[in-house]
């Protein structure tokens, strides 16, 4: 009897570590924008040596006033004198499966808005909890979830490499990556230190599902979003036969309808694939009245704010070395202008004086 018990028990056991593991929808779709990404922004970033002092202009913490780049994020982060911690939430109300999140506080002693940080293909990494550190410089509450929790077998604060994260990224559905933003949202709502209102900021797979989240309308709060280099829903364009020619993905005009509250898209022109979408969503957003921006920063390249003027890697040429310098230097152009229209849409949209 006490050996039946014993196994019981133990089936018992093994059962509940199997729920608490999840699978990808076998049908689930590629995200349409992680699809057309190039090898080179597939490629999961690596920081430079701590001795290398992070960026070409030698601050080992970055540009003041901006999110840090990849190089400088570990040194922002060390020296951040906010508040923050890493917490678990439940996927839904009741639900046994659990999420991690950093949560970074702002200094002040009123009550804040919400912002829900979404990271990219590469998951929560030290930069993600870096740009969620100086959102919480701006006066909000930020909150990054680790959207990969139930995927890589439970809620964990060892950071995945970003090639792992790539590969557990790819077939996320968009209704598990909705659930995720709805969680941290309330969760961080319900926190005594907020106010009951959110936004959401994303970069590159993450910007994707900040618009999806727009689309999709969210949960009493949400206020608006700002999508960096990730776009709308798009079609799968069509085939080419002998008598037609191929057509190509175009945004999907019944999705942006569905849109009510503020959002904006900030990306660079070295950006192709988002580039040759924007004059659609700008045309599409505009002519039913939405309240949109945009801005394409010339010579930026997909990825800017995290990459900004971390140096590269010697290239083999002085000609290849310039172009390098060169993008460096619009990465960081860029963001200096783009972070402050993000703070200032943040705090329009949140009500925030």
Known sequence: MRRLRVVVLATMFLAACTLQRW???KTAPLDDHMMLMSAADMRAPVSAPVSALGTASGNSQGTPGLPPSNNSAAARLAASPRHAEWVKIAWQPGSRD??????VYPKTSRKAPVVVVVHEIF????WVRGVADQVAAEGFIAIAPDFLSRVRGGPSTVELSGDSARRLIQGYNSADQAAVIVAAANYAMMLPAAEQKYAVIGYCWGGTATWNHAINGGVMGFSGGVAFYGTPYTSGGGRATAGTPAAPATIIA??????????MLLSGSKDARIGALMPAIDSMMKAMHK????RNYDGAIHGFLRAQDDPKAPAADAAADAVNRAEEAANLAAIKDAWPRTVAFLKKTLGVN
Do not use: R
């Not at 019944?254 to 959002?263: F, L, Y």
């Not at 309240?291 to 945009?294: E, F, L, R, V």
């Open 98 to 103: 659990s999420i991690m999140a950093w949560v």
């Open 123 to 126: 998951g929560l990494s030290t």
């Open 23 to 25: 699978q990808p929808e």
């Open 254 to 263: 019944d999705s942006i309808a569905k849109i009510t509250k503020p959002m």
């Open 291 to 294: 309240s949109y921006d945009s």
